[in-house]
């Protein structure tokens, strides 16, 4: 009996820690972990992104930059330590400031629908478009998480709400603009880095949010491809 309590404890504390944020919005934040004087697999790599001496060694100078980067995008723990899912994000920011202003470079993304908003989930990254003409972006986005992924195809905005809330999530999602079941274009108040990702909606901070809404309408084509990094 004592054993199946214990193991009872550790699936709720694991489960704790991969709970939504989003269920968590409203409330107080969790105490920040004490930094590792650990060096982490990725050590080298998260110092040159940071900008700092690549000598694969934990300084307490580097604990406190990674520990930055990762308390700004919501990354837990933040340690400070360099570990996979810190690469992993900065990886992902390497790749989008790449693109550059060619984001449909692939030609993925109809060229013959006129007005269509794109989503490339592989690389996080949205924009609109007018045939070959870009109108707005790249921007990056937050898309759905392992399990909740958002569901790939061409699409049309059918439904806007300004000031829709989640009636399952019980979340304001400002500026919404639906285009497939629940998944929508909506702001959030996290990172677009902050993982694991979305319930399946396309985040988006608020600048980017309110002109998705000022250039689309209902009836706008959208089409989501690739496949969310981890899921």
Same mark, same amino acid.
């Given at each position: ?20 944020l ?5 409330a107080?934040?969790?105490q920040a972990a004490?930094c ?8 080298k ?5 940071l ?11 580097d604990?406190?930059?990674i520990?930055a980067?990762?308390?700004k995008?919501g ?8 570990? +996979? ?7 992902l *920011? &390497? !790749?989008?400031? %790449? ?9 993925k993304c109809p ?6 908003a ?7 990254l ?5 045939g070959k ?24 905005v ?5 000031d829709?809330?989640s009636?399952?999530y019980?979340v304001?999602?400002?500026?919404s ?10 702001s ?6 902050? +993982? ?7 985040? *988006? &901070? !608020?600048?980017? %949010?309110?002109k998705?809404w ?5 009836g706008d084509d ?10």
């Amino acid at each position: 009996m004592g054993y199946s309590r214990r193991r009872g404890a550790v699936a709720l504390a694991v489960t704790a820690l991969v709970a939504p944020l989003t269920l968590a919005l409203t409330a107080a934040p969790a105490q920040a972990a004490s930094c590792t004087a650990k060096a982490g697999p990725y050590q080298k790599k998260v110092e040159k992104f940071l900008g700092r001496t690549a000598d694969g060694k934990q300084s307490t100078a580097d604990c406190k930059a990674i520990r930055a980067f990762q308390t700004k995008h919501g990354i837990q723990p933040n340690a400070g330590y360099a570990g +996979p899912v810190t690469w992993g994000v900065m990886d992902l *920011m &390497t !790749k989008q400031k %790449a693109v550059g202003k060619n984001p449909n470079k692939s030609g993925k993304c109809p060229t013959n629908k006129g007005r269509i908003a794109c989503v490339n989930l592989s690389l996080q990254l949205s924009w609109i478009q007018d045939g070959k003409k870009l109108v707005y972006g790249p921007v990056p986005v937050r898309t759905g998480r392992n399990g909740y992924e958002t569901r790939t195809g061409l699409k049309k905005v059918y439904w806007r709400n300004i000031d829709h809330v989640s009636t399952i999530y019980h979340v304001p999602m400002p500026y919404s603009q639906f285009f497939d079941g629940g998944q929508a274009f909506h702001s959030v108040g996290v990172s677009m880095w902050n +993982p694991p990702g979305s319930h399946g909606c396309v985040n *988006m &901070t !608020k600048t980017d %949010a309110k002109k998705y809404w000022s250039l689309l309408k209902n009836g706008d084509d959208v089409y989501v491809y690739g496949r969310k990094p981890g899921t």
